[in-house]
Each structure stands twice: as structure tokens, then as C-alpha cells.
């Protein structure tokens, strides 16, 4: 299981290229593959759509039962919002299907952590992460989560925020945003993160505009201490 960052081949692990690269077989979603195709000279490919993680679960675990080295790639972090965990449950589901392999975690730098390093330091106290997407999780769970998160005061990296037909999770979320915290507080929007047409903005809560955040958009809000100075977004530690 390789998260291999978010895109460009900066943001990789030595670790994740070294995995890859010992590999026979890389498994993955199409445009993961194309990101790391510098990696897969000579290597077999099997590739997936979209919605389709079950499927590349299941042939990873079932060529490597068969004896080969598989590295099923997420952008990313593989453990979160990627495939360790899909990858650990169906490996412990009660079917032969994986009971002969094992199951190495290599970990990347996540899309959080990537956006904060361009915008600053919003991530220096604490935080939570939430994803919008409603696919795996009830929307009524993820409200419940994001007032929490607003309610504590955490500073909020949302994943998944919103793409050309599912936009009523992020409104929700910014209206209940700009009912619990000031108008001032600054906001980073990363989008197509290490890609050729990566975009760093930071702004406010107030000057936010929906359009500009996209499903390839990571958004970081910060708390009542975050500020923007000479144009880089601070979250305070307190030393």
C-alpha cells in the first residue's frame, strides 16, 4: 500500500519511490498511474475507473497471493482517504482472498500537509480533517463533525469540498463557518496540488468565493488565532 504524495515526483517518499520500484505489478486508478509513470518502466499495470476500489483491492490481493510484489498506489497518504484500510478489512474478510499476503503500509505526504507547507503555517496547533464527500459518509454525520470542529475552535483542512455537481456540502459547511467564527479568519485554497496548474490562494472567511474552490481543492480554515501575515496564513503555537 504507497501514498506517493500529492502528484510531483518533489513530494515523494524515498520510501514510496523504493517500493514502487521493487515492485511487479503497480495497481491503481488511471491518473494515479499516470503521476508515477516515470516509476513504471518493464512493470505490469493493472488499471481502474473511478468508484471502482473494491475491483483493485481484490486483484492486488489476489496476484500477490499468487507470488508477485504488488504496490497498490493513492495519492497521498494510503491511510487516509486512501486504500490501507479497504486493503486490511478485505484482506480479514472471511475468504481466501489475501490470506497469503502481506500487507506493508508506506506512508506519503498528504494533501494537508502538502497545502500548508505553500501557505504557511495553519497547521501549527491543532486540527481536525473532514471530507465532504457524501459518497461513503452521511451528510448528517459530516455536519455533526464540522460543528464540532467549528464549536472546539480546531483549525479545519476539508477534503473533497465540492465539484460541478455536488456544491450544497461546501455551502452548507461555509454558512455554518461564517455563523461561528469571524469574517476575518484566513482561509488557504490549494488546488491541483504539485500538478503543472497548482494554485495557492489565501483569504478570508468573509472574502471566500465557492467558485474558486474546486474537487481537486484542498481547503484549510483557520481558528480564532490564525492570521495572514506579508500574504503567509499563521496558526500561532504560542512559543
Known sequence: MVGFGPGGEADRTRRA???????????????YLDRIADL????????????????????????SDEGHTVALVSSGDAGIYGMAGLALQMANDDTPLGKNTKINVVA???????????????LMLDYVTISLSDLLVPWDTIRKRVEAALAADFVIALYNPRSHTRT?????????????????????????????????KI????????????????????????????????TPRGY
Open 17 to 31: 519511490e523504493e517500493a514502487i520500484l521493487c515492485s511487479d505489478i503497480v495497481v491503481g486508478y488511471r491518473p
Open 40 to 63: 513504471l518502466e518493464g512493470k505490469d499495470r493493472v488499471v481502474s475507473g473511478m468508484k471502482e476500489e473494491r475491483t483493485r483491492v481484490e486483484e492486488a490481493l489476489r496476484l
Open 203 to 234: 483569504t478570508t472567511l468573509g472574502e471566500l468565493q465557492p467558485e474558486d474552490v474546486t474537487m481537486k481543492s484542498i481547503v484549510i480554515l483557520g481558528n480564532s488565532t490564525s492570521r495572514i501575515e506579508n500574504g503567509r496564513f499563521i
Open 168 to 200: 450544497d456540502p461546501f455551502d452548507q459547511t461555509l454558512q455554518m463557518a461564517r455563523e461561528m467564527r469571524d469574517p476575518e479568519t484566513p482561509v488557504g485554497i490549494a488546488t491541483a496540488m504539485a500538478q503543472d496548474d497548482e494554485t495557492i
Open 108 to 122: 506519503g505526504v498528504t494533501a494537508a500537509c502538502a497545502a500548508a507547507a505553500r501557505m504557511g503555517s495553519p
